[in-house]
């Protein structure tokens, strides 16, 4: 039962470079979300998705984009990569009326 | 708009002794309440949430919460603490609706450190 998957778990980016990170649930979940965790700071939404072919903002989008064209997957692209961008990033997942998300393991992101 | 709080970015009990996370939150709707556990580099497990109903909720490893609307709260506690249940803890709010989508709101989160 592999849940909510992320990859890489951890990746150095340099100013400038842009990746994307992976996020694969397996719960036949509607919704998927993307949150940042800065020390201190809790965790933020970036970007969430109700469905397949539908996104909206969260808190916190500037400097994201994200796409969702299946049910399983909501990859998390970054453009031009800042030192602000520098974050653990956490994929979650829940399902009609379950009341619960699910999160990844997370993604250590450095840019330098 | 929701917002939570959390009193104490570090609380520190002995082993055994009772454990009282704080978190009081604010939201225009009746809201969803939970609580999440982070253990160091692993994601966030789900301790127990409020929906509706019982106000008091127990969840997993013998914690418990009381939702008080009166006073805004959902304090997380424990009669007695152990080892393993160092860790940061999350509070976060949802707007409360039926449809599963759980656009939550997080506190900034309280690190427990139990004394040996």
């Known amino acids: 039962n592999a849940g909510v998957t992320q990859t890489p778990k951890f990746r150095i980016l340099k100013i400038g470079q842009s990746m994307t990170l992976q996020c694969t649930q397996d719960?036949?979940?509607?919704?998927m979300y993307w949150y940042r965790q800065d020390p201190g700071m809790g965790l933020k939404l970036i970007y969430y998705s109700v469905g397949a072919g539908i996104t909206d903002k969260g808190e916190v989008p500037n400097g994201y984009n994200v796409s969702r064209s299946t049910t399983e997957d909501f990859p998390l692209r970054l453009e031009l990569a800042a030192p602000s961008q520098t974050s653990v990033y956490f994929c979650?997942?829940?399902?009609?009326?379950?009341?619960?998300?699910?999160f990844g393991q997370g993604t250590r992101l450095t840019v330098v | 708009a929701q917002s939570v709080t959390q009193l104490g970015s570090h609380v520190s009990v002995s082993e055994g002794a009772l454990v009282l996370l704080r978190c009081n939150y604010s939201s225009s709707v009746p809201p969803y309440l939970f609580w999440y556990v982070q253990y160091p580099n692993q994601g966030l497990q789900l301790l127990l949430k409020?929906?509706?109903?019982?106000?008091l909720v127990k969840g997993i490893n013998g914690f418990e919460a009381e939702f008080k609307k009166s006073e805004t709260s959902f304090h997380l506690t424990k009669p007695s603490a152990h080892m393993s249940d160092a860790a940061e803890y999350f509070c976060a709010v949802s707007e409360g609706t039926n449809f599963g989508n759980e656009k939550l709101t997080f506190g900034t989160g309280t690190r427990l450190t139990i004394i040996p």
């Open positions: 979650a997942s829940s399902g009609r009326q379950s009341t619960e998300a699910f």
């Open positions: 409020y929906t509706t109903g019982a106000t």
């Open positions: 719960m036949n979940h509607n919704y």
